[in-house]
């Protein structure tokens, strides 16, 4: 049986933040909220700790895992030649949602980067999971603490619905407030490369450091180029059911929508649609879910993952969803739901 510590859904619990530093320090596995998602943390500097995130989730083992640190002077033991931007990135965003690749040092074992000559770091926002941090050694291998294919997580009960029986502890800190991945920044290429587009957009990094780019595998991702981020090839977040985005002007995309999923119950079988709270009242043959509002894209990620989980939970038989080219998160909210459907996209 899984510990839930749910004492901290209001705020950071010392107690409980003690015994869950001892499990990481033991080299065991606890799950922890942070802005963006929640995380599945082990102790990144313990080969055999780290061993034990992909064996929970069923990850490849070449896909690398990200490193959270407390204090910007942690990052000095485990890389190794930092370009100046690196400083000038953690004074504008951390605390908070990127990720910077970098060299890494001798300290870092190979078994959390997948093999690789860098090391992908970030502080998180988040005090329950700064002091984890502080108190599991200061170094937490931590990627979404889902079952490898499956949406993340942006609750514990999600955690739970994946881990309970395969790790230690879930500390409950109440659902997350970004709802989408990092932006992960490689600092090892000529011009700094976005490898997954996340709440903080292109525009915001420029601001900071001037020229950015986004990584060409990301740009043509059903193509042949190679996503740089190993775990941006594989089918992510991914429903039960077939997912389609229709995309164009609203009103048709509405009728399309209509008109498939009344095909879909003259059929016998029960669709889904994702839908805002501006156009939720507007169909009618299907079990709707509001993603949010179109005035508020947060909201938008924020309740991306548990629509998702929510439809798998329905066995709906497909899924149809609007499309959200919001200002900032768009190619983030957009990435990730088309991973969702296999970019299949049909164009009204
Ligand atoms: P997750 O923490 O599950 O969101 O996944 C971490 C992401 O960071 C994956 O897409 C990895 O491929 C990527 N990543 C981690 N370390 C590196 C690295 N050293 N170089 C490139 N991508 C990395
Ligand atoms: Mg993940």
Not at 266 to 284: F, L, N
């Amino acid at each position: 049986m899984i510990t839930v510590l749910e004492d901290m859904r209001d705020g950071v619990c010392e107690d409980g933040i003690c015994r869950a530093g001892e499990v990481l320090r033991r080299g065991g596995l606890v799950a922890f909220p942070t802005e963006t998602v929640y995380g599945l943390g082990a102790d990144a500097l313990d080969a055999g700790a780290s061993a034990k995130i992909y064996q929970a989730k069923g990850r490849p083992s070449d896909n690398p895992l990200i490193v959270h640190i407390a204090d910007w002077e942690a990052i000095e033991r485990i890389t190794v030649d930092r370009p100046a931007q690196a400083k000038l990135l953690s004074d504008a965003f951390w605390p908070g949602p990127l990720t910077m690749i970098l060299r890494k040092s001798a300290a870092v074992p190979y078994a959390t980067t997948g093999g690789l000559d860098t090391v992908a770091v970030r502080m998180p926002d988040n005090p329950i999971a700064l002091a984890l941090i502080r108190a599991g050694g200061g170094y937490i291998a931590a990627p979404s603490a889902n079952t490898s294919g499956r949406p993340s997580p942006t609750m514990a009960q999600h955690v739970a619905e994946d881990m309970d029986g395969v790790i230690d502890m879930i500390i409950d800190g109440g659902p997350v407030s970004i709802g989408l991945e990092s932006t992960i920044l490689d600092l090892t290429e000529e011009t700094p490369t976005i490898l997954r587009p996340g709440f903080i957009s292109q525009e915001m990094l420029r601001e900071v450091i001037g020229p950015v780019e986004m990584d060409r595998g990301l740009l043509a991702a059903d193509s042949s180029v190679r996503p740089k981020a190993p775990g941006m090839k594989y089918r992510h977040y991914a429903p039960r059911a077939p997912l389609f985005i229709v995309e164009g002007d609203r009103e048709k995309v509405q009728e399309k929508i209509n008109a498939l999923t009344t095909l879909e119950r003259e059929s016998g079988r029960m669709p889904g649609v994702i839908a805002t709270d501006e156009t939720s009242g507007s169909y009618a043959h299907a079990i709707v879910e509001s993603i949010g509002s179109r005035a508020d894209e947060r909201s938008i990620a924020r309740h991306l993952y548990a629509i998702l989980r929510e439809f798998d939970r329905l066995e709906v038989s497909v899924i149809y969803s609007e499309s959200f080219e919001t200002p900032q998160m768009g190619p983030a909210i957009m990435n990730r739901l088309m991973k969702a459907a296999g970019h299949q996209v049909i164009c009204v």
